[in-house]
Protein backbone atom coordinates (compact mmCIF):
# COMPACT_ATOMS: atom_id res chain seq x y z
CA UNK A 1 0.00 0.00 0.00
CA UNK A 2 1.17 3.38 -1.20
CA UNK A 3 0.95 6.60 1.51
CA UNK A 4 -0.78 9.41 1.08
CA UNK A 5 0.44 12.80 1.30
CA UNK A 6 1.31 14.58 4.69
CA UNK A 7 -1.55 17.16 4.22
CA UNK A 8 -4.23 13.70 3.55
CA UNK A 9 -3.06 11.83 6.28
CA UNK A 10 -3.01 14.32 9.41
CA UNK A 11 0.68 14.25 11.00
CA UNK A 12 -0.06 15.92 14.01
CA UNK A 13 -0.71 13.58 17.35
CA UNK A 14 -3.58 12.02 17.56
CA UNK A 15 -6.37 13.73 20.07
CA UNK A 16 -7.10 11.86 23.41
CA UNK A 17 -10.45 10.72 23.18
CA UNK A 18 -12.70 13.44 25.15
CA UNK A 19 -14.33 12.02 28.28
CA UNK A 20 -17.38 12.86 27.57
CA UNK A 21 -17.34 11.61 24.19
CA UNK A 22 -16.81 8.08 25.79
CA UNK A 23 -20.09 8.11 27.77
CA UNK A 24 -22.09 9.06 24.77
CA UNK A 25 -20.58 6.27 22.73
CA UNK A 26 -21.78 4.18 26.20
CA UNK A 27 -24.95 5.45 25.48
CA UNK A 28 -25.26 4.80 21.70
CA UNK A 29 -23.73 1.16 22.43
CA UNK A 30 -26.63 0.89 25.04
CA UNK A 31 -29.12 2.21 22.38
CA UNK A 32 -28.27 -0.48 19.59
CA UNK A 33 -27.92 -3.64 21.87
CA UNK A 34 -31.69 -2.94 22.78
CA UNK A 35 -32.03 -2.21 18.86
CA UNK A 36 -31.14 -5.87 17.87
CA UNK A 37 -32.09 -7.68 21.25
CA UNK A 38 -35.73 -6.72 20.33
CA UNK A 39 -35.78 -7.21 16.57
CA UNK A 40 -34.39 -10.54 17.20
CA UNK A 41 -36.79 -11.52 19.81
CA UNK A 42 -39.94 -12.40 17.16
CA UNK A 43 -37.48 -15.07 15.12
CA UNK A 44 -36.17 -16.22 18.72
CA UNK A 45 -39.61 -17.49 19.68
CA UNK A 46 -40.82 -17.52 16.16
CA UNK A 47 -41.56 -21.39 16.91
CA UNK A 48 -43.64 -20.69 19.99
CA UNK A 49 -45.38 -17.46 18.37
CA UNK A 50 -46.27 -19.81 15.20
CA UNK A 51 -48.24 -21.58 18.10
CA UNK A 52 -49.34 -19.57 19.75
CA UNK A 53 -50.73 -16.66 16.94
CA UNK A 54 -51.51 -19.39 13.88
CA UNK A 55 -48.91 -18.54 11.19
CA UNK A 56 -46.57 -20.34 9.25
CA UNK A 57 -43.56 -19.01 7.36
CA UNK A 58 -45.18 -17.43 4.37
CA UNK A 59 -46.95 -15.80 6.80
CA UNK A 60 -43.57 -15.16 8.40
CA UNK A 61 -42.28 -13.18 5.50
CA UNK A 62 -45.32 -10.76 5.63
CA UNK A 63 -43.92 -9.83 9.19
CA UNK A 64 -40.25 -9.39 7.49
CA UNK A 65 -42.09 -7.49 5.17
CA UNK A 66 -44.20 -4.77 7.44
CA UNK A 67 -40.86 -4.21 9.70
CA UNK A 68 -38.78 -3.71 6.38
CA UNK A 69 -41.24 -1.50 4.34
CA UNK A 70 -40.97 1.23 6.52
CA UNK A 71 -37.40 0.24 7.60
CA UNK A 72 -36.65 1.92 4.42
CA UNK A 73 -38.91 4.47 3.96
CA UNK A 74 -37.85 5.52 7.65
CA UNK A 75 -34.04 4.92 6.83
CA UNK A 76 -34.15 7.89 4.26
CA UNK A 77 -36.57 10.17 6.69
CA UNK A 78 -34.71 9.76 9.55
CA UNK A 79 -31.10 10.83 8.10
CA UNK A 80 -32.62 13.93 6.91
CA UNK A 81 -34.55 14.41 10.16
CA UNK A 82 -30.80 13.93 12.04
CA UNK A 83 -29.25 16.92 9.91
CA UNK A 84 -31.88 18.93 10.34
CA UNK A 85 -32.87 18.31 14.62
CA UNK A 86 -30.28 16.87 15.45
CA UNK A 87 -29.03 13.50 16.96
CA UNK A 88 -30.60 14.64 20.58
CA UNK A 89 -34.28 14.57 19.80
CA UNK A 90 -34.16 12.03 17.17
CA UNK A 91 -32.69 9.34 19.11
CA UNK A 92 -35.10 9.92 22.32
CA UNK A 93 -38.08 9.51 19.86
CA UNK A 94 -36.67 6.63 17.70
CA UNK A 95 -35.59 4.77 21.05
CA UNK A 96 -39.35 5.39 22.59
CA UNK A 97 -40.79 4.41 19.35
CA UNK A 98 -39.52 1.01 18.82
CA UNK A 99 -39.51 0.04 22.68
CA UNK A 100 -43.29 1.07 22.57
CA UNK A 101 -43.84 -1.19 19.32
CA UNK A 102 -41.67 -3.78 21.37
CA UNK A 103 -44.29 -3.70 24.05
CA UNK A 104 -46.97 -3.72 22.05
CA UNK A 105 -45.38 -6.71 20.38
CA UNK A 106 -45.44 -8.39 23.22
CA UNK A 107 -49.35 -7.55 24.27
CA UNK A 108 -50.54 -8.75 20.84
CA UNK A 109 -53.36 -11.68 20.80
CA UNK A 110 -53.18 -11.95 16.73
CA UNK A 111 -51.16 -12.11 13.59
CA UNK A 112 -52.91 -8.28 12.63
CA UNK A 113 -51.66 -7.12 15.96
CA UNK A 114 -48.56 -8.28 15.70
CA UNK A 115 -47.95 -7.41 12.10
CA UNK A 116 -48.82 -3.89 13.18
CA UNK A 117 -46.47 -3.11 15.78
CA UNK A 118 -43.63 -4.42 13.60
CA UNK A 119 -44.56 -1.43 11.24
CA UNK A 120 -44.14 0.87 14.20
CA UNK A 121 -41.01 -1.01 15.08
CA UNK A 122 -39.57 -0.57 11.51
CA UNK A 123 -40.46 3.13 11.46
CA UNK A 124 -38.29 4.19 13.92
CA UNK A 125 -35.65 1.27 14.72
CA UNK A 126 -33.50 2.38 11.06
CA UNK A 127 -33.23 6.01 13.11
CA UNK A 128 -30.15 4.72 15.53
CA UNK A 129 -27.41 4.24 12.89
CA UNK A 130 -27.60 7.71 11.61
CA UNK A 131 -27.72 9.08 14.62
CA UNK A 132 -24.13 6.95 15.93
CA UNK A 133 -22.69 8.09 12.91
CA UNK A 134 -23.24 11.70 13.65
CA UNK A 135 -23.19 11.59 17.01
CA UNK A 136 -19.05 10.18 16.60
CA UNK A 137 -18.36 12.96 14.04
CA UNK A 138 -19.75 15.32 16.85
CA UNK A 139 -18.06 14.04 19.46
CA UNK A 140 -14.76 12.07 18.30
CA UNK A 141 -11.31 13.82 17.08
CA UNK A 142 -10.94 12.56 13.57
CA UNK A 143 -7.94 10.11 14.40
CA UNK A 144 -10.21 8.13 16.62
CA UNK A 145 -13.44 7.65 14.90
CA UNK A 146 -12.37 4.13 12.79
CA UNK A 147 -11.77 3.06 16.60
CA UNK A 148 -15.32 4.70 17.59
CA UNK A 149 -17.32 3.80 14.80
CA UNK A 150 -16.37 0.08 14.94
CA UNK A 151 -16.38 0.54 18.85
CA UNK A 152 -20.44 1.72 18.70
CA UNK A 153 -21.94 0.14 15.30
CA UNK A 154 -21.13 -3.34 15.79
CA UNK A 155 -22.92 -2.90 19.56
CA UNK A 156 -26.37 -3.84 18.00
CA UNK A 157 -24.63 -7.44 17.76
CA UNK A 158 -24.29 -7.66 21.81
CA UNK A 159 -27.89 -7.39 21.38
CA UNK A 160 -27.58 -10.14 19.27
CA UNK A 161 -25.65 -12.22 21.69
CA UNK A 162 -27.85 -11.37 25.04
CA UNK A 163 -30.92 -12.19 23.08
CA UNK A 164 -30.96 -16.15 22.91
CA UNK A 165 -30.33 -16.92 26.44
CA UNK A 166 -32.34 -13.94 28.23
CA UNK A 167 -35.46 -14.53 25.92
CA UNK A 168 -35.68 -18.50 26.21
CA UNK A 169 -35.15 -17.37 30.35
CA UNK A 170 -38.14 -15.13 29.71
CA UNK A 171 -40.25 -17.07 27.72
CA UNK A 172 -39.69 -20.02 29.98
CA UNK A 173 -39.50 -18.52 33.41
CA UNK A 174 -42.40 -16.02 32.83
CA UNK A 175 -43.63 -15.85 29.86
CA UNK A 176 -42.97 -15.34 26.16
CA UNK A 177 -44.94 -11.98 25.96
CA UNK A 178 -42.34 -10.64 28.89
CA UNK A 179 -39.22 -11.00 26.78
CA UNK A 180 -41.15 -8.36 24.57
CA UNK A 181 -42.36 -5.83 27.30
CA UNK A 182 -39.31 -5.93 29.79
CA UNK A 183 -36.63 -4.98 27.09
CA UNK A 184 -39.10 -2.40 26.01
CA UNK A 185 -40.08 -0.58 29.07
CA UNK A 186 -36.01 -0.82 29.69
CA UNK A 187 -35.41 1.15 26.20
CA UNK A 188 -37.83 3.72 27.17
CA UNK A 189 -35.78 4.85 30.36
CA UNK A 190 -32.40 4.21 28.41
CA UNK A 191 -34.17 7.13 25.92
CA UNK A 192 -34.67 9.33 29.13
CA UNK A 193 -30.92 9.51 29.88
CA UNK A 194 -30.08 9.99 26.13
CA UNK A 195 -32.45 12.94 26.26
CA UNK A 196 -30.80 14.36 28.98
CA UNK A 197 -27.39 13.64 28.13
CA UNK A 198 -26.39 14.79 24.19
CA UNK A 199 -27.08 18.52 25.00
CA UNK A 200 -23.99 19.46 23.00
CA UNK A 201 -24.53 20.91 19.44
CA UNK A 202 -20.99 21.38 17.91
CA UNK A 203 -18.27 18.98 18.60
CA UNK A 204 -15.86 20.03 21.50
CA UNK A 205 -12.52 19.05 19.09
CA UNK A 206 -12.97 20.60 15.95
CA UNK A 207 -15.63 22.29 13.68
CA UNK A 208 -17.80 19.70 11.51
CA UNK A 209 -16.95 21.63 8.30
CA UNK A 210 -13.46 20.57 8.78
CA UNK A 211 -13.99 16.87 9.79
CA UNK A 212 -14.29 15.22 6.11
CA UNK A 213 -12.80 16.07 2.83
CA UNK A 214 -15.03 18.02 0.76
CA UNK A 215 -17.45 16.26 -2.71
CA UNK A 216 -16.13 16.78 -6.15
CA UNK A 217 -17.97 20.09 -5.98
CA UNK A 218 -18.63 22.97 -3.37
CA UNK A 219 -21.47 22.06 -1.28
CA UNK A 220 -23.66 24.35 0.79
CA UNK A 221 -25.78 22.95 4.03
CA UNK A 222 -29.49 21.31 2.91
CA UNK A 223 -30.38 20.16 -0.43
CA UNK A 224 -27.35 21.13 -2.47
CA UNK A 225 -25.01 19.01 0.27
CA UNK A 226 -27.67 15.87 -0.84
CA UNK A 227 -27.27 16.70 -4.53
CA UNK A 228 -23.22 16.63 -4.35
CA UNK A 229 -23.28 13.85 -2.50
CA UNK A 230 -25.55 11.74 -5.07
CA UNK A 231 -23.86 13.05 -8.10
CA UNK A 232 -20.30 11.38 -6.61
CA UNK A 233 -19.57 8.40 -8.36
CA UNK A 234 -17.94 6.59 -5.17
CA UNK A 235 -21.16 7.23 -3.29
CA UNK A 236 -23.13 5.16 -6.17
CA UNK A 237 -20.22 2.18 -5.69
CA UNK A 238 -21.26 2.25 -1.80
CA UNK A 239 -25.68 2.06 -2.74
CA UNK A 240 -24.64 -0.64 -5.24
CA UNK A 241 -22.34 -2.47 -3.01
CA UNK A 242 -25.17 -2.09 0.17
CA UNK A 243 -27.58 -3.25 -2.23
CA UNK A 244 -26.32 -6.61 -2.88
CA UNK A 245 -24.51 -7.35 0.63
CA UNK A 246 -27.54 -6.23 2.87
CA UNK A 247 -29.79 -9.06 2.07
CA UNK A 248 -27.52 -11.65 3.43
CA UNK A 249 -27.19 -9.81 6.70
CA UNK A 250 -31.27 -9.74 7.34
CA UNK A 251 -31.69 -13.24 5.98
CA UNK A 252 -29.40 -14.37 9.01
CA UNK A 253 -30.92 -12.05 11.26
CA UNK A 254 -34.02 -13.21 10.72
CA UNK A 255 -34.39 -16.96 9.43
CA UNK A 256 -30.81 -18.49 11.48
CA UNK A 257 -32.85 -18.76 14.98
CA UNK A 258 -35.48 -21.16 13.32
CA UNK A 259 -32.88 -22.55 10.73
CA UNK A 260 -31.10 -23.99 13.81
CA UNK A 261 -34.36 -24.59 15.67
CA UNK A 262 -36.43 -26.60 12.96
CA UNK A 263 -33.59 -27.63 10.95
CA UNK A 264 -30.27 -28.62 13.30
CA UNK A 265 -32.60 -29.69 16.07
CA UNK A 266 -31.43 -27.16 18.74
CA UNK A 267 -34.23 -27.01 21.35
CA UNK A 268 -34.82 -23.40 22.58
CA UNK A 269 -32.45 -23.52 25.65
CA UNK A 270 -29.78 -25.08 23.43
CA UNK A 271 -30.00 -21.46 20.68
CA UNK A 272 -30.01 -19.45 24.09
CA UNK A 273 -26.26 -21.13 24.81
CA UNK A 274 -24.87 -21.31 21.27
CA UNK A 275 -26.66 -18.48 19.65
CA UNK A 276 -24.70 -15.69 20.71
CA UNK A 277 -21.52 -17.14 19.85
CA UNK A 278 -21.22 -15.33 15.83
CA UNK A 279 -22.28 -11.66 17.13
CA UNK A 280 -19.42 -12.26 20.33
CA UNK A 281 -16.91 -12.74 17.59
CA UNK A 282 -18.33 -9.77 15.36
CA UNK A 283 -18.52 -7.36 18.38
CA UNK A 284 -14.35 -8.63 18.77
CA UNK A 285 -13.74 -8.88 15.41
CA UNK A 286 -15.04 -5.20 14.66
CA UNK A 287 -13.35 -3.54 17.00
CA UNK A 288 -9.87 -5.18 15.91
CA UNK A 289 -10.44 -4.22 12.14
CA UNK A 290 -11.26 -0.30 13.86
CA UNK A 291 -7.88 -0.43 15.54
CA UNK A 292 -5.80 -1.70 12.72
CA UNK A 293 -7.59 0.65 9.85
CA UNK A 294 -6.54 3.48 12.53
CA UNK A 295 -3.12 2.10 13.50
CA UNK A 296 -2.34 2.39 9.41
CA UNK A 297 -4.16 5.90 9.45
CA UNK A 298 -1.53 6.68 12.24
CA UNK A 299 1.24 5.28 10.24
CA UNK A 300 0.50 7.19 7.10
CA UNK A 301 -1.53 5.25 4.98
CA UNK A 302 -4.56 6.14 3.15
CA UNK A 303 -7.08 4.72 5.26
CA UNK A 304 -9.69 4.20 2.43
CA UNK A 305 -7.80 2.06 0.67
CA UNK A 306 -6.81 -0.11 3.96
CA UNK A 307 -10.41 -0.46 4.29
CA UNK A 308 -11.10 -1.47 0.47
CA UNK A 309 -8.47 -3.99 1.26
CA UNK A 310 -10.34 -5.48 4.59
CA UNK A 311 -13.39 -5.48 2.36
CA UNK A 312 -11.35 -8.02 -0.67
CA UNK A 313 -9.70 -10.03 2.11
CA UNK A 314 -13.18 -10.58 4.29
CA UNK A 315 -15.39 -11.32 0.99
CA UNK A 316 -13.40 -14.05 -0.16
CA UNK A 317 -15.00 -15.96 3.10
CA UNK A 318 -18.54 -15.51 2.12
CA UNK A 319 -18.63 -18.49 -0.08
CA UNK A 320 -18.45 -20.92 2.53
CA UNK A 321 -21.88 -19.56 3.29
CA UNK A 322 -22.95 -22.28 0.84
CA UNK A 323 -21.78 -25.06 2.78
CA UNK A 324 -24.53 -24.56 5.89
CA UNK A 325 -27.16 -26.88 4.46
CA UNK A 326 -24.15 -29.20 3.34
CA UNK A 327 -22.72 -30.13 6.64
CA UNK A 328 -24.42 -32.63 9.51
CA UNK A 329 -22.76 -31.01 11.90
CA UNK A 330 -24.16 -28.16 14.39
CA UNK A 331 -20.59 -26.93 15.53
CA UNK A 332 -19.64 -27.14 12.00
CA UNK A 333 -22.46 -24.90 10.92
CA UNK A 334 -22.60 -22.56 13.39
CA UNK A 335 -18.14 -21.75 12.54
CA UNK A 336 -19.99 -21.05 9.20
CA UNK A 337 -22.65 -18.87 10.13
CA UNK A 338 -20.35 -16.71 12.75
CA UNK A 339 -17.76 -16.71 9.65
CA UNK A 340 -20.74 -15.01 7.26
CA UNK A 341 -21.87 -12.40 11.00
CA UNK A 342 -18.78 -11.26 11.51
CA UNK A 343 -18.14 -10.41 7.86
CA UNK A 344 -21.48 -8.49 7.61
CA UNK A 345 -21.01 -6.69 10.60
CA UNK A 346 -17.33 -5.83 9.36
CA UNK A 347 -18.64 -4.51 5.93
CA UNK A 348 -21.05 -2.13 8.19
CA UNK A 349 -17.99 -0.97 10.23
CA UNK A 350 -16.24 -0.52 7.02
CA UNK A 351 -19.08 1.57 5.02
CA UNK A 352 -19.20 3.99 8.24
CA UNK A 353 -15.80 4.43 7.86
CA UNK A 354 -16.36 5.12 4.04
CA UNK A 355 -18.63 7.81 4.60
CA UNK A 356 -16.42 9.30 7.24
CA UNK A 357 -13.27 9.59 5.25
CA UNK A 358 -14.92 10.32 1.84
CA UNK A 359 -17.42 13.01 2.20
CA UNK A 360 -18.22 15.83 4.68
CA UNK A 361 -20.04 15.40 8.49
CA UNK A 362 -22.71 17.34 7.44
CA UNK A 363 -24.63 15.15 4.91
CA UNK A 364 -22.80 11.70 6.88
CA UNK A 365 -26.44 11.27 8.64
CA UNK A 366 -28.35 11.80 5.45
CA UNK A 367 -25.54 9.29 3.74
CA UNK A 368 -26.48 6.60 6.17
CA UNK A 369 -30.03 6.61 5.73
CA UNK A 370 -30.25 6.61 2.26
CA UNK A 371 -27.63 3.54 2.20
CA UNK A 372 -29.35 1.80 4.54
CA UNK A 373 -32.90 2.10 2.58
CA UNK A 374 -31.11 0.61 -0.78
CA UNK A 375 -29.55 -1.78 1.31
CA UNK A 376 -33.26 -2.86 2.96
CA UNK A 377 -35.01 -2.19 0.19
CA UNK A 378 -33.07 -5.25 -1.51
CA UNK A 379 -33.33 -7.34 1.78
CA UNK A 380 -36.87 -6.39 2.18
CA UNK A 381 -37.73 -8.42 -1.38
CA UNK A 382 -35.37 -11.09 -0.89
CA UNK A 383 -37.24 -11.78 2.59
CA UNK A 384 -40.26 -11.30 1.06
CA UNK A 385 -40.08 -14.27 -1.29
CA UNK A 386 -37.69 -16.00 1.11
CA UNK A 387 -40.86 -18.05 2.57
CA UNK A 388 -41.76 -19.26 -1.05
CA UNK A 389 -38.05 -19.83 -2.21
CA UNK A 390 -37.83 -22.28 1.06
CA UNK A 391 -40.89 -24.04 0.36
CA UNK A 392 -40.15 -25.43 -3.30
CA UNK A 393 -36.39 -25.30 -3.03
CA UNK A 394 -35.18 -25.57 0.81
CA UNK A 395 -32.43 -24.10 1.97
CA UNK A 396 -29.47 -24.69 -0.42
CA UNK A 397 -30.67 -22.37 -2.84
CA UNK A 398 -30.91 -19.65 -0.35
CA UNK A 399 -27.40 -20.13 1.35
CA UNK A 400 -26.15 -20.73 -2.51
CA UNK A 401 -27.32 -17.22 -3.67
CA UNK A 402 -26.30 -15.09 -0.84
CA UNK A 403 -22.92 -16.89 -0.51
CA UNK A 404 -21.66 -14.90 -3.64
CA UNK A 405 -23.14 -11.44 -2.81
CA UNK A 406 -19.94 -9.75 -1.22
CA UNK A 407 -17.51 -11.12 -3.32
CA UNK A 408 -19.48 -9.07 -6.36
CA UNK A 409 -20.06 -5.78 -4.13
CA UNK A 410 -16.29 -6.35 -3.49
CA UNK A 411 -15.26 -5.79 -6.73
CA UNK A 412 -17.36 -2.74 -7.37
CA UNK A 413 -15.72 -0.71 -4.80
CA UNK A 414 -12.43 -1.53 -5.17
CA UNK A 415 -13.00 -0.35 -8.72
CA UNK A 416 -14.37 2.67 -8.50
CA UNK A 417 -13.29 4.18 -5.32
CA UNK A 418 -9.84 2.22 -5.75
CA UNK A 419 -9.70 3.59 -8.86
CA UNK A 420 -10.44 7.38 -7.56
CA UNK A 421 -7.96 7.31 -4.68
CA UNK A 422 -5.25 6.22 -7.50
CA UNK A 423 -6.33 8.87 -9.67
CA UNK A 424 -5.85 11.10 -6.29
CA UNK A 425 -2.42 10.19 -5.33
CA UNK A 426 -1.20 10.66 -8.86
CA UNK A 427 -2.22 14.01 -9.11
CA UNK A 428 -1.17 14.45 -5.63
Same mark, same amino acid.
Do not use: H, K
Given at each position: MTQAPPADTGAAPAKKMPRKAWFIIGLLMALLVLNYFDRQTLSILKPIMKDELAFDDEAYSLLTFAFMLPYIVMYVVSGRLIDRFGTRICMTLFAVGWSVANIASGLSHSFSHLAASRVLMGAAEPGAFPVVQRAILNWVPIERRAL?????? &????????? =? &?????? @?????????????????????????????TRHTPPAQPIADAAPTLPEPVDEGDASIRGLMRDKRFWS?????????? #????? @??????? @?????????????? #??????? =??????MVLGRIVDRFTERGHDSIRVQLWIFALTAALMPLGALITMTSSVAVAIIIITIVVVVCQG???????LLAGLFPARVNASA??????????TALVFNLFAGSILAHFDYVALFTGLAVLHPLSAVILIVVIGRSRRKRSAHA
Open positions: AISIAT &PAGNIGAIL =A &PPLIAV @LATAIDWRAAFVIPGAIGIVIAILWWFTDIIAARMLSDP #VWYFY @LFWIPGY @LQERAGLSLSELGV #VGGLPFI =AAVLACWFVGYYVVGILGAVGAS
